[in-house]
């Protein structure tokens, strides 16, 4: 898909007035044959056992203990690593325990993801035991697959009844895909690089971009939605230093030589870097850090910045590099587990030994963050 593609694309979106959804939101997620899809959950480790023949989906009287088990760990157990606060009585607390289960009631894709993710934090859970582990997987990319096949029919028809669904659902589609893990050795977290199947996939946060672009603010963070704008994310200060991180030289750094590069998208590396400095600033300042939200940066992330991505150019994914490190500090830390470590290790593949001098910095501090949390444990 070529940069002038994407942007028609987003000039569509970006003309629609506030209000009512937009009539062709599959013109959102289309490629050049018709569609953009969502990233699948599907691996080479062998076929998925299907869940669509089981009593629980046909007969509404039949019970499902696995779904059972999956609903009740959701609710008493991951829902509450979804949320920075540590009150049970939160508001985004109770948006993922209550809310977002009263949506799957009604949008049936919204409670297969939900069952996908809880699936995924069981299987974190049994991390040490191989064969619950590997039980748990199988369940959970066994409900992402069918979740994700209901709703991306359901992105052909977008309105006002739904918009709530497809939202919660973008959410989940990306943490069921961080909890996956790593797909491959060019798959970088936001989008995956190097092949022309990737140029047509909807880079995971911008699933929550496009349907917000679509449906007015008003229209969408209403009912069962409102926490998400009635709760302020709450911004503790770290009493213990160890996740304080110095980035204030080495990304002035990097700006400063991303400034003098003679690179055709240097404007565009320009503006990602200074995201990403404010993305620091507001998570750590300059001296005192605190829990702040850092997947903002990659839901600003312009198109023309994702595609010099996906051709694996040294610049973007210098940037990217540089991001690396917060996430050694977002909550919840569960679904994250060895990206850090795997997105460095890929790049470091994907550059000249020119460029790889340049990981120092975010490397050492990955390293640096890994021992002082082992210190705590």
Not at 10 to 28: E, F, N, V, Y
Not at 119 to 146: D, M, Q, T, W
Not at 188 to 198: D, I, K, Q
Not at 285 to 304: C, E, H, M, P, T
């Amino acid at each position: 898909m070529t940069s002038a593609s994407l942007e028609r694309i987003q000039r569509s979106a970006l003309r629609r007035g506030p209000g009512r959804p937009r009539k062709d939101w599959a013109a959102l997620a289309s490629n050049s044959t018709g569609t953009w899809t969502l990233k699948s959950f599907s691996t080479s480790s062998g076929p998925l056992t299907s869940l669509e023949d089981q009593p629980s989906t046909n007969n509404a009287c039949s019970l499902s203990v696995s779904d059972a088990e999956l609903m009740a760990h959701y609710v008493h157990c991951t829902a509450t690593t979804l949320s920075e606060s540590d009150s049970a009585d939160s508001g985004m607390v109770m948006f993922w325990k209550h809310n977002v289960l009263k949506i799957g009631f009604s949008h049936q894709y919204v409670l297969r993801l939900v069952y996908a993710l809880a699936a995924f934090h069981l299987a974190y859970s049994h991390g040490k035991e191989p064969k619950h582990r590997a039980k748990y997987l199988s369940v959970a990319k066994s409900h992402s697959e069918i979740g994700l096949r209901q709703l991306n029919e359901a992105l052909s028809d977008i309105t006002e009844s739904n918009c709530s669904a497809l939202y919660v659902s973008a959410l989940l589609v990306s943490y069921c895909s961080f909890a996956a893990g790593p797909k491959s050795v060019n798959d970088l977290m936001v989008c995956e690089v190097g092949s022309e199947a990737a140029y047509y996939q909807l880079p995971l946060i911008h699933g929550v971009r496009l349907i917000r672009r679509a449906i007015e603010p008003a229209t969408l963070f209403t009912g069962y939605l409102a926490p998400l704008v009635e709760s302020t994310p709450e911004r503790k200060t770290l009493e213990s230093p160890h996740l304080h991180i110095n980035w204030v030289d080495p990304v002035e750094k990097l700006r400063e030589w991303i400034g003098s590069s003679s690179d055709s998208h240097t404007t565009t590396f320009k503006q990602a870097v200074l995201s990403l400095s404010a993305v620091y600033e507001a998570n750590y300042g300059n001296k005192d850090g605190s829990y702040g939200l850092v997947f903002g940066w990659l839901y600003r992330l312009q198109d023309a910045f994702l595609i010099s991505l996906k051709d694996k150019q040294p610049l973007a994914l210098l940037i990217l590099s540089y991001f690396v490190p917060l996430l050694k500090t977002i909550r919840p830390c569960w679904l994250l587990v060895n990206w850090p470590e795997h997105i460095l290790k890929s790049i470091r593949g994907m550059l000249s030994e020119e460029h790889q001098k340049w990981l120092e910095w975010p490397e050492q501090i990955v390293t640096q963050l890994d021992y002082q949390a082992s210190q705590l444990a």
